[in-house]
């Protein structure tokens, strides 16, 4: 019998999907996740120069335009990994980072040319000379690994601008013959302070950031299951499919029913498990993890929604695939849907493989509505109207493609599934 097995090629194409599936997991996972930094390219920041400048000696003055010039000069070892990206004020900045647009931002005030002189001239100070100041503007919110890379960047932007600051200061003192005094050494040697801001901060119980992506990923496989296991169980109910003799005894006359019928039996059934399973997830993730949400409605809304995007997806190819369609589902929404959903790393740290799927594929559009809903106030334009679009028009276009096949797929058979 074992021979029998082995001998068909039905057994061995089988074995070799297996194989297939175990490769694409491995790969894909491990692809997506283990070298970011050498993908990393157009990586948004934030630039803002508000600068007035001062004259000096009849010479106009601008530290901070110099400054912004000299961060975004073209660097042949940095090549396109960053984008830097000049704002006309401080305020549009904060903007864009509100939108999710940019993971740090530096800002250079009005006074800091003044105060940069002042250490060389101290007359030109309203009092005594000070340091110079930037500012450095963090966005945690788009995932505590961008958030961290964005940190990084502006931080060694600023060391740039003080360390240049500082050769300037020593230069001009040179050339006039001074002394530094005493009193002035720590300035003249740190002659550019760092201000910090957290504007959008992961906040308590949102996963350091990566909140979004995790729930995402519970309601996608969530998803998943649910409706391999209607779907199985209407199978087996129809006769449809086999679950041994124990099982076969409890249910009893196998219900014959057609190809349709079976269909809107599993979606009217799904349906109602997505929107039982959504209300529990939502109830669990804000009233018992405690996670901050700033639209509970929209949020189970947003839950609800991918359910039935993910679900309706994966009943559709169950539809027309039959057992593969399951497969191709897992694939589809969990084995790459999951490494292009930007959860963990963004798209500027993904290879151009997983960016492609990123933007077709619904996973990555749950994650960034319900960062949205977590960490920018439900904005629409922070990725809550384009990701409640997308699932929308996922669960809209496959529901109807399934309703229709397996109509279609029931007129050409013209008879009932035989009882298993």
Same mark, same amino acid.
């Given at each position: 019998?074992? &021979? ?16 297939? $599936? ?22 948004? @920041? ?19 335009? *110099? ?6 000069? *073209?660097? %042949? ?7 830097? =990206? ?13 939108? #999710?647009? @940019?993971?740090?931002?530096?800002? =250079? ?12 001239? %101290? ?15 963090? #966005? ?14 502006? !931080? ?10 500082? /050769? ?10 001074? !002394? ?10 740190? %002659?550019?302070?760092?201000?910090? +801001? ?36 209407? *199978? ?6 086999? $679950? ?10 196998? =219900?014959?029913?057609?190809?349709? &019928? ?5 979606? =009217?059934?799904?349906?109602? /498990? ?21 639209? +509970? ?21 169950? +539809? ?12 589809? +929404? ?20 997983? !960016?492609?799927?990123? *933007? ?9 509505? /319900? ?25 809209? /276009? ?17 008879? !009932?599934?035989?009882?298993?």
């Amino acid at each position: 019998m074992v &021979e029998n097995i082995l001998r068909s090629k039905v057994t061995w194409l089988v074995t070799l999907g297996a194989v297939l $599936m175990a490769l694409a997991m491995g790969t894909s996972y491990l692809g997506a996740f283990l070298s970011p930094e050498d993908h990393i390219h157009e990586f948004p @920041i934030g630039l803002v120069n508000e600068d007035e400048g001062v004259s000096v000696l009849g010479q106009s003055q601008n530290r901070g335009a *110099d400054a912004i010039e000299g961060i975004t000069a *073209d660097d %042949p070892e940095r090549g396109d990994a960053i984008e830097w =990206i000049v704002y006309d004020s401080r305020g549009d900045l904060i903007e864009a980072m509100h939108r #999710n647009e @940019i993971y740090g931002g530096l800002v =250079i005030p009005a006074d800091f040319t003044r105060n940069l002189a002042s250490i060389v001239r %101290p007359e030109m100070a309203d009092g005594e000379p000070q340091a110079a100041t930037i500012e450095l503007v963090y #966005n945690d919110g788009g995932g505590s690994l961008p958030g961290a890379q964005g940190r990084e960047i502006v !931080q060694t932007a600023a060391e740039q601008i003080d360390a240049e600051a500082r /050769v300037q200061i020593l230069r001009t003192l040179q050339s006039q013959e001074q !002394q530094v005094p005493p009193t002035m050494v720590a300035l003249v040697a740190d %002659p550019v302070q760092i201000r910090e +801001t957290d504007e959008i901060p992961a906040g308590e119980n949102t996963g350091h950031g990566m909140g979004s992506f995790y729930i995402a990923v519970v309601t996608t496989v969530g998803a998943f299951l649910a409706v391999d296991v209607v779907s199985v169980g209407v *199978d087996f109910v129809t006769g449809h499919t086999s $679950m041994g003799p124990r099982l076969t005894r409890l249910r009893g006359e196998a =219900i014959r029913s057609t190809l349709w &019928e079976m269909y809107k039996t599993k979606l =009217i059934l799904f349906l109602a /498990v997505a929107l039982a399973s959504a209300s529990v997830l939502t109830w669990f993730i804000v009233s018992v993890m405690g996670t901050p949400v700033s639209n +509970t409605w929209a949020f189970f809304g947003v839950i609800l929604l991918a359910m039935v995007a993910i679900g309706a997806l994966t009943l559709l190819l169950i +539809t027309l695939f039959s057992l593969p369609g399951i497969l191709i589902g897992l694939l589809v +929404t969990t084995i790459l849907g999951v490494p292009s959903a930007f959860g963990i790393f963004p798209s500027e740290m993904m290879p151009r493989f997983y !960016q492609v799927l990123g *933007d077709v594929l619904p996973v990555r559009y749950l994650s960034d509505a /319900v960062r949205s809903l977590l960490f920018f106030d439900g904005r629409g334009d922070a990725g809550l109207t384009r990701g409640v679009w997308v699932l929308a028009i996922y669960a809209v /276009v496959s529901i109807v493609l399934g309703t229709l096949a397996s109509w279609v797929m029931s007129r050409r058979r013209g008879d !009932q599934v035989e009882a298993a």
